[in-house]
């Protein structure tokens, strides 16, 4: 039997981004700049810098409206903790660059998609629900339905929320998705803002061309802003094609003076309606893992509605007036050309190109500014 001494075991309750906003404190001594860095409130900050004290036991931070210090224990903490998290970080790169059988059923999943077209809907909705059912969600988070204005849809929420809201527009080139499927996305965001997330189940194309999903979600936000939210508190965002959904609402709102939300984010914006117009699609349709298979879907979306309205078309809209934007493309995402082209509309006379080389790439934007 050993005669070293039994070495006390981590705490059940620590989690690793309580470490890692402690780091971040520790090196800023401020709340408000370590928030700033962190994308998260001074209060949600604060909470988990309690909760890992808590599952420390001891105080790592002394605190008052002038200064912030760490306590003794709290530079022992700030000495050790950054190269253990760097090492951690190297063993999960590892295993994932070793096993990825997640990422490697998802991959598999997703091929299933290259063989089905738009002209066969029900089995790109089936293939899509299949597939948005391998995302991890969040345990922590709830899932309530609503009806939004007349529009069914899911809210999300986790224990505590804050005032804060997202609408969330789900992707599927305006034919396929659904709020249940995307309650990964939504979860990890209303965890992120620690606020509720809305995301309405838009009428789909071909059944409900254009104008349908733009008027319910405008139905959606109509009803956020006059029952639990005001327009200041929500962020508007919107994957894929629903992102240019939630471009033509944004547009929509100005248009008709409404009240505009507080900002908006665009994850992998499918917005360029060229390759959807009708002497541009091939004769048949496409695979829908394709760009022209999109295309295809779009066609159907619009339903023979002018390609350069306005409301339709972000990329020639005009977008001064609008809130603060991010954009959010991956490289080699076959929708990085759609978010560089908003880029470039969006920021007129910006010299600096969007760097296309960089693994994820988030650009805040002011349009009109």
Request: charged share 20%; hydrophobic share 45%; glycine share 8%.
């Amino acid at each position: 039997m050993s005669d070293e001494p039994l070495r006390e075991q981590t705490p059940d309750s620590l989690e690793l981004r309580h470490l890692r906003a402690f780091v971040v404190v520790a090196q800023e001594l401020n709340f408000g700049r370590a928030a700033a860095r962190l994308f998260v409130s001074q209060s949600t900050l604060s909470r988990q810098i309690a909760a890992l004290e808590r599952s420390l036991g001891c105080v790592l931070l002394r605190r008052s409206t002038q200064y912030v210090a760490l306590t003794p224990a709290g530079r022992t903490l700030l000495e050790q903790v950054p190269a253990v998290l760097d090492d951690l970080d190297d063993v999960i790169q590892a295993t994932r660059s070793t096993g990825g059988e997640l990422a490697e059923r998802i991959r598999r999943l997703g091929d299933q998609f290259a063989d089905l077209t738009y002209a066969d809907v029900d089995a790109i909705r089936a293939a899509a629900e299949r597939h948005y059912a391998l995302m991890p969600i969040a345990p922590e988070i709830a899932f309530a339905p609503v009806n939004a204005g007349g529009v069914p849809g899911l809210v999300a929420s986790p224990a505590q929320p804050g005032r804060a809201w997202v609408l969330l527009l789900h992707g599927g080139t305006y034919t396929s998705g659904s709020a249940y499927g995307f309650r990964s996305l939504a979860g990890a965001l209303a965890d992120t803002v620690h606020g509720k997330v809305l995301t309405p189940d838009y009428r789909l194309a071909p059944e409900h061309p254009f104008p349908a999903a733009l008027d319910d979600v405008h139905a959606a936000y109509t009803w956020l802003i006059s029952r639990d939210a005001a327009p200041h508190d929500i962020v508007l965002a919107g994957d894929t094609s629903g992102a240019g959904l939630a471009l033509s609402l944004l547009l929509r709102l100005k248009d008709r003076g409404q009240p505009l939300p507080a900002g908006s984010v665009m994850f992998t914006p499918y917005v360029d309606l060229s390759a959807a117009a009708p002497g541009t699609l091939p004769h048949l349709p496409a695979p829908s893992a394709t760009r022209q298979g999109t295309a295809w879907g779009i066609a159907r979306y619009l339903n023979g509605h002018r390609l350069d309205d306005p409301l339709v078309d972000p990329l020639h809209a005009d977008l001064r007036g609008l809130p603060p934007m991010l954009l959010q493309a991956a490289a080699g995402d076959e929708g990085l050309p759609d978010a560089e082209r908003l880029t470039d509309h969006a920021l007129p006379g910006v010299s600096a190109p969007f760097d296309s080389r960089r693994p994820l790439r988030g650009t805040p934007l002011a349009p009109g500014s």
